[in-house]
């Protein structure tokens, strides 16, 4: 994956320490309710987007942004679900990051631009919409948790959203 440059400046300040980032994750639904998600690259699991909050970016555009980025879809930003950190991550190169993470929910804009699912960057092998009851089987872990978070967030039937105590 492609490190930003404000992170590859912050790395050659700190070496491998651990980051704070701020990131968003992003649950997109298409007009039938299906679900986006994207075959990761480097883990070739799937999962659903995210990415890092860019520096003085809004985390709903940032959210947007990703999708776009990702899997060409354009999406309208709907509500934040939850607010959680995610355990230390280690990369191959031996960096320390934890996640801010973000949980958003977001629709296409329409029909036609849930059609245009596609890759559209390195970052996945590829994009498909699911229906909630038929995921694949070989989902990131984080997927799951988020799932089951925006599930919570759902079942309160609030716009607030979920904050982890």
């Known amino acids: 994956m492609p490190i930003p440059s404000y992170v590859a400046g912050l790395r050659a300040l700190v070496g491998h320490e651990m980051l704070w980032m701020p990131g968003v994750t992003v649950v997109v639904r298409d007009d039938v309710g299906r ?67 973000l949980l958003f929910t977001a629709r296409a804009v329409s029909p036609e631009a849930a059609a245009a699912a596609a890759v559209g960057d390195e970052e996945n092998l590829a994009v498909g919409w699911f229906e909630p009851d038929a995921l694949p089987e070989d989902l990131m872990g984080s997927t799951v948790f988020r799932l089951g978070l925006l599930e919570r967030f759902e079942a309160a039937g609030s716009a607030a959203a979920l904050f982890l105590t």
């Not at 799937?46 to 990415?51: C, E, H, R």
């Not at 809004?58 to 950190?85: F, G, H, I, K, Y």
């Not at 230390?88 to 993470?101: A, I, K, T």
């Open 35 to 101: 679900l986006l998600l994207a075959q990761r690259s480097d883990t070739g699991r799937w999962a659903l987007v995210s990415g890092i909050v860019d520096p003085g970016e809004e985390p709903a555009v940032a959210a947007a942004r990703e999708v776009a980025e990702e899997t060409c879809v354009d999406v309208v930003v709907q509500a934040l679900a939850a607010v959680s950190t995610t355990p230390e991550v280690v990369y191959e190169n031996g960096d320390r990051s934890v996640y801010l993470d």
